[in-house]
C-alpha cells in the first residue's frame, strides 16, 4: 500500500476512537456566553493535545484562557491550526431530539452542541495529526494549535493574544476552525471574511414615560428622535449616508470578479429558505448579486426598541427609545474609524442626543486565491472529494482573520467538516460522519503538503 493508501485506511480504522474524544468534549458544556465549563473544557482540550506528544500550555488571558500547543516536525515549514472550545448556549433545550451535552449518533450523522462547532472540527485536525504520524512515523511540518476559548462571543481577547504572541505563533499557513461542503458536496474555500462594526443606539427624552394625550404637543419622543436619527444614517437607496464611510474600501480585482462568476447562482434558494419575494434594488441573482452580496459593506438594523409593543393600544409617549445595528466592513475598512465617523455625523445632523455604544468589532481580510498554500489546499481536495473546490474570494460573515492575516501574515484556508444542514448554534447541531472522515483525509494530505509531499 502506498502511504496515502495507508493513512486513509488508519482513519477508517480509527474512528470510533475519535468519536470516543469527541463525545467526552461535547460532555463538558462550555458555553462563554453563559460561563460554564470553561476551564475544565480548556484542561480536556491540553490533555487531547498532550496526548499527540505536543507540548500544550493554558495561557491566562483577560477572559477565558486559550490552549497553545506546538510540535516540530521534519522540514521547517509550519502549520496553524486555529480552533476553539467554547459553544452557544444549548437553549431551547426541548428542541433537541437527544441530549445537548451527549454525543448521540443516529445513522451515519452525530448530534451534540458543539459537535459541528468547533469541537468535532477540532478533533479532525488531532485525527489528521495521528494518522501521518502513525504512518510515516513523525510530522514532516511543525505544527501549532491555538485553541480559544471565546470565539461564541466574538473573540474579544484573541487579537490582543496573537499581537503580543506573534513570535510564538510564527507559521507559514493557518487552517481556520470551520470549513465545509456546500448542499452539492463541492468543497468550499472562503478567502475573505468580511469585518464587523456593531454599536448600540439609546435616546432618552424624559424620565418617565407620559401620556401621550398630555404630551404629544409639547414633549419630545424618544422613539421619532430615534427614527429620525437612524432615518439619516442609510437611505432607501441603500447608500449609507454617513461622510467618508466609503472612503477605504479596496475594490474586488477581475480575478475575485471570476472567482464570483464561478459560483453557483444560489439566490433562488435564498428566496425559499427566506420567503423573500424580491432582493434589493430588483437584484436578481448572477455576478452582479454575488459581488453585492459580500464585496458592499452593509449597514443593518438589528434590533429597535420603544414604547408599547403589546396587544391592543396604549396612548403613550415613550422616554426612552433603542436600537441595535451592525455594519460588516470589507477591506480597508476599520471598525473605529466608521464609529467616530458615525458620531461626527450623528452629532452634525442634529442628533447630539443620540448615545452610541461600540459594542465591538473587527476589520475584514482576505487570502490571496494564487497563493501556494490555498493552491496546494484545492489540489489535496481533488484527491478526496468528487467535485472542484468552489473558491469564494469573500464571504458576507465575519471572524477574528484580520489580526492572524495582519501580525501573522499567514495565508488562511478554510477545511472542514460543515455542510448547509450542520445546524451549528441551533437545536440537533450535527456533523455527518463521511463529511468528517473526507475532512480528516483532506487535513492528513495537507498535512504532508507542508513538508513538500
Ligand atoms: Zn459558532
Given amino acids: 500500500m502506498s502511504t496515502l493508501e495507508q493513512i486513509d485506511s488508519y482513519i477508517e ?3 470510533e476512537r475519535w468519536f470516543g474524544e469527541l463525545g467526552q468534549l461535547c460532555a463538558v458544556p462550555s458555553v462563554a456566553a453563559q460561563n460554564r465549563g470553561i476551564a475544565e473544557c480548556a484542561q480536556l482540550v491540553h490533555e487531547l493535545l498532550v496526548a499527540r506528544g505536543l507540548s500544550s500550555e493554558i495561557v491566562p488571558t483577560a477572559g477565558n484562557p486559550v490552549v497553545l500547543a506546538e510540535g516540530a516536525g521534519r522540514s521547517g515549514r509550519r502549520l496553524l491550526f486555529y480552533n476553539h472550545y467554547d459553544v452557544q ?19 451515519d450523522q452525530l448530534f451534540a452542541r458543539g459537535v459541528a462547532d468547533d469541537k468535532g472540527e477540532f478533533i ?25 476559548g471565546e470565539e461564541e462571543i466574538s473573540s474579544p481577547n484573541l487579537p490582543g493574544f496573537i499581537a ?8 507559514d499557513a493557518c487552517l481556520w476552525e470551520f470549513g465545509t461542503v456546500n448542499y452539492e458536496g463541492a468543497p ?3 478567502l475573505g471574511l468580511r469585518g464587523i462594526c456593531y454599536v ?3 435616546v432618552k427624552t424624559a424620565e418617565i414615560d407620559a401620556h401621550s394625550g398630555l404630551a404629544g404637543s409639547i414633549f419630545p419622543n424618544a422613539a421619532w428622535r430615534l427614527t429620525w436619527a437612524l432615518n439619516s444614517i442609510k437611505g432607501p437607496d441603500g447608500r449609507v449616508r454617513i461622510p467618508g464611510f466609503y472612503d477605504n474600501i479596496v475594490p474586488p480585482t477581475a480575478r475575485d470578479l471570476d472567482l464570483l462568476t464561478a459560483l453557483p447562482d444560489e439566490s433562488e434558494k435564498y428566496r425559499q429558505t427566506y420567503g423573500v419575494t424580491s432582493f434589493l434594488n430588483g437584484m436578481s441573482g448572477g455576478p452582479e448579486f454575488r459581488r453585492e452580496e459580500v464585496f458592499v459593506p452593509t449597514c443593518t438594523i438589528c434590533g429597535l426598541d420603544s414604547g408599547y409593543q403589546g396587544p391592543g393600544s396604549k396612548t403613550v409617549l415613550p422616554a426612552q427609545a433603542k436600537a441595535k445595528m451592525d455594519f460588516r466592513l470589507v477591506p480597508d475598512q476599520d471598525p473605529e474609524d466608521i464609529v467616530a465617523k458615525l458620531r461626527k455625523h450623528l452629532q452634525a445632523e442634529g442628533f447630539g442626543d443620540v448615545e452610541v455604544t461600540y459594542l465591538g468589532g473587527g476589520r475584514a481580510a482576505r487570502t490571496d486565491p494564487d497563493d501556494p498554500f490555498i493552491q496546494m489546499v484545492i489540489r ?7 467535485k472542484p473546490t468552489q473558491v469564494w474570494p469573500m464571504v458576507g460573515g465575519s471572524g477574528p482573520n484580520y489580526p492572524f492575516t495582519h501580525h501573522l501574515k499567514v495565508p488562511i484556508a478554510t477545511v472542514g467538516s460543515g455542510y448547509p444542514g ?10 455527518r460522519i463521511p463529511d468528517f472522515v473526507r475532512t480528516v483525509k483532506h487535513l492528513a494530505r495537507i498535512v504532508l503538503g507542508m513538508g513538500g509531499n
Avoid at 489535496?380 to 468528487?386: T, W
Avoid at 450542520?422 to 456533523?431: F, I
Fill in 380 to 386: 489535496k481536495a481533488s484527491e478526496v472529494y468528487d
Fill in 13 to 15: 480504522a480509527n474512528l
Fill in 164 to 171: 503580543e504572541n506573534a513570535e510564538r505563533l510564527k507559521a
Fill in 124 to 148: 479532525s485536525r488531532l485525527a489528521a495529526i495521528d494518522a501521518v504520524q502513525a504512518i510515516t512515523g513523525g510530522l514532516p511540518c511543525g505544527v501549532t494549535f491555538l485553541v480559544e
Fill in 188 to 190: 468550499v474555500l472562503f
Fill in 200 to 202: 448600540e443606539f439609546s
Fill in 89 to 107: 448556549p444549548a437553549e431551547p433545550l426541548e428542541l433537541w431530539e437527544s441530549p445537548a451535552f451527549e454525543l448521540a449518533r443516529r445513522g
Fill in 422 to 431: 450542520a445546524q451549528a448554534h441551533a437545536p440537533n447541531e450535527n456533523m
